[in-house]
């Protein structure tokens, strides 16, 4: 039988609104601050493990100093944005690989698609690994690709040398695969691949297809250092 005393109203309208706080947590520090300031209750609202949790640190205000202890706050919680943000600089700044694609891969078994698609090329590039390929369709990856791409907050992976070593190496053995397949006319031949995106089609053969896109996350990614040091917090 359904309660439907006062007190029992009560705890479902808590509840309803702590899912909507996490969920604005997880689209806007802004709007969530703004919450915070309507009354105590909302605050409390605001500061419990789920929000934390719910952040993503890429909407972040750039413009605002990210305190460390924000940061720690929220990886303890297990969020998402936080373990992608440790597991890249571990994996791919500090050398730390293995601790770093542990992290990786909780934060792309939690939904976090940047970590999936991370995980993802970094499987296939370090270990020729395709299995979390299955995960994505054509239109998904190139959308999330892109995002992540896009985070030029980084100085480049010059410094990397495994990275360096395997990106000459796809240059080298599997560019030459992707050109001289007939599924589709090249419109160009790029070597190096600064226009790779451009050089062929969209009906690609899948080969192809997967080819371009870790050209493409080789020509690109950056480690997210732009934001502290994640061994500090």
């Avoid at 944005?81 to 542990?102: C, H, P, R």
């Avoid at 078994?109 to 993802?120: N, Q």
């Amino acid at each position: 039988m359904l309660r439907s005393d006062p007190d029992h109203r009560e705890e479902i309208e808590k509840e309803i609104q702590a899912l909507v706080v996490e969920r604005v947590a997880a689209n806007s520090f802004e709007d969530l601050y703004r919450l915070r300031a309507t009354c105590k209750s909302m605050k409390a609202l605001t500061e419990r493990p789920g929000v934390y949790a719910s952040f993503d640190i890429f909407n972040f205000p750039w413009y605002v100093h990210m305190p460390h202890l924000l940061l720690q706050s929220c990886y303890t919680k297990g969020n998402p944005s936080t373990l992608y943000i440790k597991d890249v600089q571990y994996f791919f700044t500090f050398g730390l690989q293995e601790e770093g694609l542990a992290l990786m891969k909780r934060a792309a078994d939690a939904g976090f698609e940047r970590a999936l698609y991370t995980y993802a090329m970094t499987r296939k590039i370090f270990w020729d690994d395709e299995e979390y390929f299955s995960r994505f369709t054509r239109k998904s990856v190139d959308m999330i690709g892109r995002v992540v791409r896009s985070l030029r907050r980084g100085r480049g992976m010059s410094d990397n040398v495994a990275f360096v070593t395997k990106r000459d190496e796809f240059i080298s053995s599997v560019i030459p695969l992707f050109y001289n397949c007939q599924c589709t006319p090249c419109l160009d031949r790029d070597w190096f691949l600064w226009h790779i995106e451009n050089s062929k089609g969209k009906n690609m053969c899948n080969r192809c297809f997967w080819i371009k896109e870790v050209g493409l996350f080789y020509r690109d990614f950056e480690p997210v250092i732009g934001f502290p040091d994640s061994r500090l917090w």
